[in-house]
């Protein structure tokens, strides 16, 4: 079973690092010296919890303390997660929602999904001392370089992490340019971060926070009702803006048709799962090429879902495109763009077995 929560393609190592590789194997390694120290590796990074507090209603705050072996995060990236639940290693992604302290510890907050098995056990059951697996960051949520034009940044829900980082890191600029975050939650118990953003606001008068309640009464005066549309950010819609975005799916899409083509750029994620065609009737054949298996699969299903309901455990991230930990080579077949709708018929060609399904029958190199 896979269990590095590192991104992408196995990290290359320097040749320095080559020629001290213990004599014994990095898991005998790691082995013996967590007996003197948790989070001590040759080469994984880990992170220990070193506080926890409630950031919400529905939310926890763990400040977490890497080994030396974290390589560290721009404002904006996120980190896949590794928790042991149950006997098992799950790997979800969190994106820290706020810049890293002078000895390297970071703040991760986290909305509890009902059902959710990552995040109720972190808002739960995990606890301060526990040790967690972290991967290399990932994600590309950034402004372009400042040339003095306003930026817009939009969060709904738990896609305030990446914001709040970024607020945060433009409070530490001499002169930021003009910016408003625009941070919408159905209830006011829901907020995470409020008085933080508060004080931030009031201490630069280039940055301004406004809060978007869809479920409750706005009682203060940085305080709005209802849900993203278009009179609200008619001030922004000027071709000058630029705009970061980040919540659910469909909150993403409104900001993309409200305001891509009407600003000087526009960036966004989302931290939803990707939409499952059911339309999409009928199987197909899926033969793995190393194992010579094969197997029958839906055909609007993610492939990493299928291979995962099949009992196997591919690599995978964070299950929604980005961190490319699932990508893998194709050999045969065509696919679908589960976020973009975009078939792929390149027989020969690299996918992220997370957002892509079968439309034929495929051979992967798995
Ligand atoms: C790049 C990235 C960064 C992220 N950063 C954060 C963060 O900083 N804070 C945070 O709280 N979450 C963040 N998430 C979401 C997080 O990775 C998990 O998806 C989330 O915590 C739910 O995991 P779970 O194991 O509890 O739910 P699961 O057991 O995986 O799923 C349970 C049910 O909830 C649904 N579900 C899963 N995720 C979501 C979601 N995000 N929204 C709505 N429904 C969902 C599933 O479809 C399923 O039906 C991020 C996701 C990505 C891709």
Redo the contacts with the bound molecule.
Sequence with gaps: MHTDPRPGPAVARSPGRRCRAPLFSPALFDFWASRLSSTWTWNRPLARIVAREPAASD?VSLVLKPNRHFRGFAPGQ?LN?GVEIDGRR?T??????ALAGPDGSFR???????????????RDVARVGDVLAIGDA??ELAFPADDGAPRLLLAA??????MMAIFASLAMQPNPAPTTLLYFTRTRGQRCFVDELRAIAAANPALQVRFALTRDQALDQDEAEGRLNADQLAPWRDKTTHVLA?G?TGFVATARDLLADRTASFAA?????PVHHDTEAGSVELTLARSGRKLQVARGKPLLEALEAAGLSPAA????G??NTCACGKSAGSTRHLLTGDEEHEPVSALRLCVSSARSDLVLDL
């Design positions: 939310a996120h997660l799950v979800r992604s969190y994106s820290p929602s991760i907050t986290v909305k509890a999904i009902n059902g959710g098995k990552v995040s109720t056990h972190l990932f994600g829900g738990s896609g305030i992490t990446p980040c659910p994620e989302s931290f939803s799962p991230g964070c299950r929604r980005l961190c």
